[in-house]
């Protein structure tokens, strides 16, 4: 069979030829071309006419300058709670406005023209909200200390006056503050305490025992506001402000510095303050409370039997009720703490059995954790009723410290606290359930991005919450609300500062953790912008004072940014034994030690460090002040060839002619551990000094390392010795850099720039502008400097 297929085809094109016309290729060219001109006209009055699009700024790097730039520094505005949903905040431009976080509205209570016409320095409103307190004339004492002339405005009628005691016409005071309630006020006058029921009632001299320079009241003398409160008010109001309870500190038999000030007059002017060295007297202090109701009644609080007629401190001063004080009392070799509990119309502290009304405080005390020691945990510490024995309830537990409890809220029954359980270098706002299963929650947790670093304050009523993001990210404040955090108002983002810095090269963070001996120990390192490329310098930067902690999450901008920037050096930061917020097995290992375990963990870190990959083994620093110059000049002094050169800027060179206080609290009395001070001594390792090359900078004004008397001769006796053993002549400059001598500099130049000037002169002679800059903050800076270090591999 044969089967065909029908297919549809249409005609077939013959190919072989045509009689169709031949095309115009010329025409078709000539065409083409005009299309072509057509449209690159268009294109190029659409490229002419349209806006310039903006270029990309390149990147370029931080400087000295930068930092004092006002783009650069970091904005946190000044706060405080009026009630439980009304903030008081200070702006950028001056104002005072309260604002409230319920209704969101803002009132101006006093604006920056107000406190212009009346030169006020600072402001600060009555709880009522009133009258303002304001501060004019603020001159620096020590430290945070200061006197200053104060003026009461009252917000309504607009009237103004001084604040002073009565019959007295001068006016300058060394403290000023609100009370609790209404607008009571308290200030302190000749080292006296004088109290106001209101803004213009009448003044009541509440003691009357107060010498300068030696007998203080209600304010703290120098080892109490640095080394013990660390506040430079020492009187506390009861919640009800119906009493004032305050410390009277004597320091008779405390031997005293003197610091030299140069203020602009024709002779230099000379502080001179109380300052206890190790084994010397240290100041005699007293607690008592006063009745603020009808006629003061003013009674002593005494110290437990164990204490009587002992050297103490008082590092703890708190409220329980209206009527009850805690306070804790420390022995001078601050190895026995004694927390009491004070009734105020007695005078009786008990450690033991207690008879008022049921209560609950907590505080952080160490608690074992298994294999890891003692850590910081909260505990709630429940008062019974009728001399019952009281009952104290762990609330935390795990391998992780409590940093800070910061509020107590009764009606949630839960307690909020800092702690480091994330992870050692971050710090979040945590809650505690006071009974069932003490249930705790992460309240900071991934709420904000790139906020693992941060405080709080609670309101009055602890309805919300301040936030202050202090990183990795540019910091921020905020307010939120405690039930809902989610719920929140940003105060202050930084957002001028954030601009600033994406036009500059910014270092890179990076976290590690080194096993050394049975600990994990901490490293941040601070790299330059693609730092994978090649091989850098490395500055290891060592801690201010012992048992701190350097390796946190935490947003920093300072010079050393620009050592990293700029002068492309990696900077490294670590917590090696002796650091805090790690358990107190690795706190307390430098104790009766300083100066010998840490050294361990330093120089096997170098080794580490050497085989990084980008780390320049040959250009390795060292960078030190106070505690850290000191550990500087031993790292150079045990260490012949790990380190190229080395700063050391007001380093404690003798631990017997520091402050008690540190001195004691990690070497023990000088009398009875004569080996421990010995080997915490620069001046055993001043010969193994003479071939290494560093800067020695301290500040003649400096209050705490001083190099007056012996601590000069110290200097002296390594300048000496250097000088026998070696050829290179050493230099030794001054340079002031105060604001009363900035004329030196260039007339009319401010604190700042003498301070980057005086960086710049350091420079020329030493190359080593970034070492310095960290001490222009002192009156003066005291240099000695080996010729050599111009030829230093550690190039900047």
């Known amino acids: 069979m044969i089967v065909t297929t029908q297919q549809n085809v249409g005609p077939e094109l013959d190919m072989s030829g045509s009689d169709a016309p031949p095309r115009n290729w010329r025409g078709i060219g000539l065409s083409m071309l005009v299309i072509v001109v057509v449209l690159s006209l268009v294109l190029l009055s659409i490229f002419l006419l349209s806006p310039e699009s903006p270029k990309r700024p390149e990147k370029s790097y931080l400087t000295l300058s930068d930092l004092e730039s006002m783009d650069y520094q970091i904005q946190i505005p000044q706060l405080y709670w009026a009630s439980d949903y009304e903030i008081i905040v200070e702006s950028r431009d001056g104002n005072v406005i309260k604002q409230n976080l319920q209704t969101k509205k803002n009132n101006i209570l006093l604006s920056n023209i107000t406190l212009m016409s009346l030169k006020a320095s600072s402001a600060k409103l009555s709880p009522d909200l009133q009258n303002v307190l304001l501060i004019l004339n603020k001159q620096q004492v020590l430290g945070v200390s200061f006197t200053a002339t104060y003026s009461v405005y009252n917000i309504r009628t607009r009237e103004h006056w001084d604040l002073k005691p009565p019959l ?97 007059a024709d002779y230099p002017a000379n502080k001179k303050y109380a300052y206890p060295k190790a084994g010397q007297p240290i100041p005699q202090v007293k607690v008592f409370a006063v009745n603020l109701n009808g006629p003061s009644h003013t009674i002593e609080l005494l110290p437990p039997d164990s204490f009587q007629h002992r050297e103490y401190y008082i590092t703890l001063v708190r409220w329980i009720t209206n009527i009850r004080l805690a306070v804790v009392w420390l022995n001078r070799s601050q190895r026995h703490s004694l927390l009491t509990f004070c009734d105020v119309t007695s005078g009786v502290c008990v450690e033991g059995e ?69 992870m050692t270098r971050r710090r979040h706002l945590y809650s505690v359930e006071t009974s069932g299963n003490f249930n705790r929650t992460c309240v900071t947790c991934d709420l904000i991005t790139d906020c693992n670093f941060v405080d709080v304050t609670f309101s009055t009523g602890g309805t919300y919450f301040i936030l202050y993001c202090k990183g990795p990210g540019i910091p921020q404040v905020s307010v939120h609300r405690t039930q809902n955090p989610i719920d929140f108002i940003v105060l202050e983002d930084n957002e001028i500062l ?67 920037s700029s002068f492309q050096i990696i900077l490294a930061h670590f917590d090696a034994r002796g650091s805090k917020n790690q358990g107190l097995q690795l706190l307390h290992e430098t104790d009766n030690r300083l100066g010998s375990v840490e050294m361990k963990d330093y120089l096997a870190l170098v080794q580490h460090l050497k085989r990084l990959p980008y780390v320049d083994k040959k250009q390795i620093g060292v960078y030190g002040k106070a505690y850290g110059g000191f550990l500087a000049l031993k790292l150079l002094a045990l260490s012949e060839e790990l380190f190229a050169c080395g700063v050391s800027v007001a380093p404690i060179t003798n631990f017997q002619l520091h402050s008690a206080v540190i001195s004691e609290r990690y070497l023990g009395m000088p009398s009875q551990e004569t080996s421990a ?41 390594i300048i000496s010795s250097c000088q026998k053993e070696v050829s290179t002549t050493y230099n030794r400059q001054l340079f002031p850099i105060y604001r009363a001598v900035c004329k030196w500099v260039e007339e009319g130049t401010g604190p700042n720039e003498v301070g980057l000037a005086l960086s710049s002169k350091i420079a020329q002679d030493t190359k080593t502008l970034q070492w310095v800059y960290v001490a222009s903050t002192a009156y003066y800076i005291f240099i000695i400097t080996s010729r050599d270090v111009r030829g230093s591999s550690l190039k900047m």
Do not use: C
């Not at 006016?171 to 803004?199: E, K, M, R």
């Not at 620069?682 to 004004?701: E, R």
């Open 168 to 264: 007295i016409n001068e006016s300058t005071l060394q403290y000023a503050a609100w009370g609790p309630h209404g607008s009571q006020l308290v200030f302190i006058f000749n080292n006296d305490i004088y109290y106001q029921q209101s803004a213009s009632g009448p003044t009541v001299r509440l003691t009357s025992s107060g010498i300068l320079g030696t007998q203080l009241n209600g304010i703290t003398d120098w080892t109490y506001q640095e080394e013990v409160l660390q506040s430079y008010a020492a009187h506390w109001w009861s919640p009800d402000g119906t009493r004032l309870a305050y410390l009277s500190i004597n320091n008779t038999l405390v031997p005293s510095m003197e610091l030299t000030q140069f203020v602009g």
């Open 354 to 422: 207690l008879v008022f009304s049921s209560d609950s405080i907590f505080f952080s005390v160490p608690a074992k954790q298994g294999a890891g020691g003692e850590f910081l945990h909260v505990a709630m510490l429940s008062i019974q009723l009728g001399g019952k024995e009281d009952s104290l309830r762990m609330l935390t537990s795990g391998e992780w410290d409590v940093a800070a409890i910061v509020f107590y809220n009764p009606e949630s029954r839960a307690v909020y606290y800092l702690s480091t359980e994330d």
């Open 498 to 564: 954030k601009d600033a810095l994406s036009t500059k090269h910014f270092p890179e963070i990076e976290f590690k953790s080194i096993h050394l001996d049975k600990y994990d120990l901490s490293l941040r390192l601070t790299l330059p912008p693609g730092f994978q490329d090649s091989q850098f310098p490395l500055v290891l930067w060592l801690p201010d004072v012992p048992g701190s902690q350097q390796v946190t999450e935490e947003f920093s901008l300072g010079w050393e940014s620009v050592l990293v």
């Open 677 to 717: 001070y010995t080997v915490a001594s620069v001046l055993n390792d001043v010969q193994k000094l003479k071939d290494q090359q560093f800067l020695l900078a301290h500040g003649i004004a400096d209050g705490e390392t001083h190099t007056h008397g012996t601590s000069r001769s110290i200097l002296t006796k």
